[in-house]
């Protein structure tokens, strides 16, 4: 049986490992939230960046992709993600969603509250003031945060966390440009 990937964050829109199929999918009792610092993505070493994580909330859905892996490629797949999400990121194991009956087993990553990197809850206004200011090896901040509101908004599964903060990334980017 194949593996599948949940991707809640950057996978859904840059998925660069193979996989044999694709679907949009969701988990349930999680929600996403722009709590985990990035110092090797979206940031550096004393200036992070801020990505998504998940964390527990009782009811609530959080849409992604799923990604079917090729069994003969799955060994490999799945090393290039443990790098790739290296930055404080653990592997999770829960069910992914097609719809209200059917799921299949699956694994997402996400940043445990005691990881090195962890930033926890913050206002809207200074994730977006981390975020403009954040760019590392992987690009500047504002373009995960603006790809990923993007992507959710092409799936018709919008999310109120990631919305503020694109919408708050989008008017204080503005005023920096204006005050310069």
Known sequence: ?????????SLIWRADFPYLDCRPAFITD?????????TDHR????????????????GEICWGHAYRLDPREE????????HREKGG???????????????VPGVTYHASTSNPDYLGE????EIALQVISAVGPSGPN??????????????QAGDSH??????????????????R
């Open 122 to 125: 913050a206002s809207i206004r």
């Open 30 to 38: 999680h929600a996403r939230r722009f709590w985990q610092g990035s």
């Open 43 to 58: 940031g550096i070493p004393g200036a992070p960046g801020r990505v998504v994580t998940l964390i527990d909330a009782p």
């Open 142 to 155: 504002v373009e995960y945060v603006l790809r990923l509101q993007e992507a959710l908004s092409a799936m």
């Open 1 to 9: 049986m194949s593996k599948w990937i949940f991707g809640y964050g």
């Open 89 to 103: 990121y653990e592997r999770l194991e829960l069910a992914v969603y097609f719809d209200r009956e059917n799921s």
């Open 75 to 82: 060994d490999e797949t799945m090393a290039r993600l443990d």
């Open 162 to 179: 990631v919305d503020a903060v694109a919408s708050a990334v989008r008017v204080l980017s503005k005023l920096n440009r204006r005050s």
